[in-house]
Nanobody, 111 residues
Framework: QLVESGGGLVEEGGSLTLSCVNSGRTFGFDRVGWYRQAPGKQRELVALRGSGVGTTYIDHRFTISSDDVRNTVYLQMSGLKSEDTGTYYC??????????WGQGIQVTVSS
């Protein structure tokens, strides 16, 4: 089970750090990342790292990192813009067990 935290309301130009804890019993994921979905739009990739993709970002304002001891993945966001508003989902992929998604967390950037 993936549990996100750290979302909320922030003014334009501000920063937020999202966290995603893997509280389940599955380990050994080969890819982790973050996606987001704005109202009326499709889900899009924000940041992804792991096997076959290295580290990929939608924008240089975002940084993905992980703490293997805490089984946690982070997304640091800076210089936030109103268009960054949306629901953010963490994503873990296991080669054998497939894809795992968090429940989503809201980020709202006010202009």
């Amino acid at each position: 089970q993936l549990v996100e935290s750290g979302g909320g309301l922030v003014e334009e130009g501000g920063s937020l750090t999202l966290s995603c804890v893997n509280s389940g019993r599955t380990f050994g994921f080969d890819r982790v990342g973050w996606y987001r979905q704005a109202p009326g739009k499709q889900r899009e990739l924000v940041a992804l790292r792991g096997s076959g993709v290295g580290t990929t970002y939608i924008d240089h304002r975002f940084t993905i990192s992980s703490d293997d001891v805490r089984n946690t993945v982070y997304l640091q966001m800076s210089g936030l813009k109103s268009e960054d508003t949306g629901t953010y989902y963490c994503y873990f992929r296991h080669v054998l067990k497939g894809e795992f998604w968090g429940q989503g967390i809201q980020v709202t950037v006010s202009s």
